[in-house]
């Protein structure tokens, strides 16, 4: 196996080798996805990618000629910490290895984290999905990486008529992000209750967050806001919507999330993943 840099003939095949980690309420990527991903940009993550120079792209060819893996790498500017933005392999575990080397021989001696924020690869989708990909798993725990868990991934299937909706909705532009739509509950001149959709694509809508002030709550406001929240993306062109829980702090504490699974789940949200980002500290 023997690795190089990537040319535009190998966008077919590591296509394929994207589409095969493609997880449940993820679209398919497009060459034109692909193509903003190797810019270094992602419509959902604009200020992350800001951080970072243009991306390194390496690909994997066996002793047979076939592609089996590629690699998207980068440097922060400002302390040249390394990032590995992307990986993908079949979970064959001797190319996942031999790209994660790769990657720590040619980026600087410095930190490098490893699946930190969403590309324009996927709809959303932060970090690593750990149960998906068992193996690029294992070989960034082998490479030394140290990893930490940020996110529960869940899905439905739109439209939930089912669900209630709040009668004072409006809907408005979101400025911190393209792509998006913000619903808004406003009260007595204030904001009472707010949501986030992500446009669809490919008929698959996000639901960034929902929040409702505290003294808002207990009445079923927050249920109410995730129908119209769901109905938008509907009316949008969706028919699945996925979501993003940070759960990465036990029940009790600060960011308890309990309340806000429940509601998910109750509203017809099942997991997908739990979704893990890594870090690995070397001197200089």
């Not at 690593?128 to 990909?133: I, N, T, Y």
């Not at 725990?141 to 669900?163: I, K, S, T, V, Y």
Request: a negative charge.
């Amino acid at each position: 196996m023997t690795l190089r840099p990537y040319d535009p003939m190998d966008q077919t095949a590591v296509l394929v080798l994207i589409d095969a980690d493609r997880l449940p309420g993820q679209p398919q990527v497009t060459p034109a996805m692909l193509a903003e991903a190797m810019r270094g940009s992602a419509a959902q993550e604009d200020s992350w990618w800001g951080e970072f120079g243009p991306p390194s792209v390496q690909v994997a060819v066996s002793a047979a000629g076939g592609l089996v893996g590629v690699i998207s790498c980068a440097r922060r500017t400002k302390d040249d910490t390394g990032l590995i933005q992307w990986l993908h392999c079949r979970e064959d575990a001797t190319v996942a290895e031999a790209l994660i080397a790769h990657a720590l021989t040619t980026l600087p001696p410095r930190p490098v984290e490893a699946f930190q924020f969403a590309t324009a690869l996927t709809q959303g989708l932060e970090a690593l999905p750990a149960r998906h990909r068992p193996v690029t798993r294992a070989a960034l725990e082998h490479a030394g990486f140290a990893g930490e868990r940020l996110w529960r991934c869940m899905r439905a299937d739109l439209p939930r008529p089912e669900l209630p909706r709040a009668s004072d909705i409006r809907i408005v532009a979101e400025p911190e992000r393209r792509a998006a739509r913000k619903l808004q509950v406003r009260r007595d001149d204030r904001t009472v209750a707010e949501a986030v959709i992500g446009l669809p694509l490919q008929g698959i809508g996000v639901l960034w967050w929902i929040e409702v002030s505290p003294d808002a709550r207990g009445h079923g406001l927050g249920r109410a806001v995730l129908g119209s929240a769901l109905q938008a993306l509907s009316d949008l062109g969706a028919d699945q919507v996925v979501l993003y829980v940070d759960d990465d702090e036990p029940p009790g504490g600060e960011r308890d999330r309990t309340a806000a699974n429940a509601l998910y789940e109750s509203a017809g949200f099942v997991e997908v993943d739990h979704l893990w980002s890594y870090s690995l500290h070397r001197g200089r």
